[in-house]
């Protein structure tokens, strides 16, 4: 019985001293491998700082030199350049030659005067045979102009054109034979905003048989005829300088400086076969003087016809 009990104690302790003998190789076998990973950690790091100290020693020995120290080469390179370099003679810089343009044909220069019809003429809408036509005017009728262009063509009151050739400075034909009145007043003689006076004339026997008294007589002025004024957009216009409406039989163009706007007028002959009564609602550019442009519609023949001012 002790026999079995030493056996199992000398068991015991061998099985003990070779577990402890096995744990402690172990032990001593992870102390060396951790002790040789620190040892390659620590020759990294030592690496490491070897070669940053080398970089700053190349970088400061490599440092660009400064302004100061690079100004005596830089003043000898000049200097050197400046006596190996023969003189020359600047540069001529030569303009390119300016591309000029023919002037357009069709540019309206402007030009102002009276002229007839020589012949029955389209009236177009602009300054050539493609254009449309906007009417005819007939031999004999005046047209005002107000510009020309290099191409043969008169830009008329109205805005539109005809050719320079079909026309005449001189009267062709008229429908009525100038009145034996005397002649008006001069524009000198009259201001803006008030009725025109007139010099000292002798009254015409009749006036049609309308009665003139109350009337002013001012005496025989240039009649001409104008209609609706073309837009840029193609259509027309018919609003007056005073902004109404224009109405044949009663709406005229005057100088406002010889029949101030709102003058009622009175042409015993009415050359639009009306009852004789215009107010002057409208003026343009062509308009001057003893010179009365009546709206119509169609063609009609100028004409001169006697005055009076309605009081």
Request: proline share 6%; aromatic share 8%; hydrophobic share 30%.
């Amino acid at each position: 019985m002790g026999v079995s009990i030493a056996a199992v104690v000398v068991l015991s302790v061998l099985v003990f001293a070779g577990v402890y003998t096995l744990l402690d190789s172990k032990a001593r076998e992870d102390r060396a491998r951790r002790n040789a990973q620190a040892a390659v950690l620590l020759e990294a790091v030592e690496s490491s700082s070897a070669a940053a100290e080398t970089s700053e020693t190349i970088a400061e020995t490599e440092t660009a030199p400064t302004q100061e120290e690079l100004a005596p080469s830089i003043v000898t390179e000049q200097t050197e350049a400046s006596e190996t370099t023969p003189d020359t003679e600047p540069v001529q810089q030569t303009e390119a030659p300016v591309e000029t343009t023919a002037a357009d044909p069709n540019a309206v220069e402007e030009f102002y005067t009276s002229v007839y019809a020589s012949s029955d003429i389209n009236l177009r809408s602009g300054p050539g045979t493609e254009y449309e036509i906007v009417r005819v005017i007939h031999v004999g009728e005046g047209i005002d102009v107000t510009g020309r262009t290099a191409s043969g063509w008169y830009r008329t009151y109205s805005g539109n054109f005809v050719l320079i050739s079909l026309t005449s400075e001189e009267p062709v034909a008229t429908t009525a034979s100038p009145t034996s009145a005397t002649t008006a007043p001069t524009a000198a003689t009259t201001t803006a905003g008030t009725v025109p006076t007139t010099p000292p004339m002798t009254e015409p026997a009749s006036a049609g048989g309308a009665d003139t008294s109350g009337m002013t007589y001012y005496g025989t002025c240039h009649i001409t005829f104008y209609g609706p004024q073309p837009r840029g957009d193609g259509t027309y216009s018919v609003t007056t300088a005073t902004g109404t409406t224009c109405s044949e039989g009663r709406t005229c163009a005057a100088d406002w400086s010889i029949f101030p706007a709102g003058t009622t007028l009175y042409l015993p002959n009415d050359p639009l076969g009306g009852d004789g009564y215009y107010t002057v609602e409208d003026r343009g550019s062509g308009v001057s003087g003893s010179h009365i442009d009546l709206f119509a519609h169609g063609s009609h023949t100028v004409t001169d016809c006697e005055v009076y001012i309605v009081n």
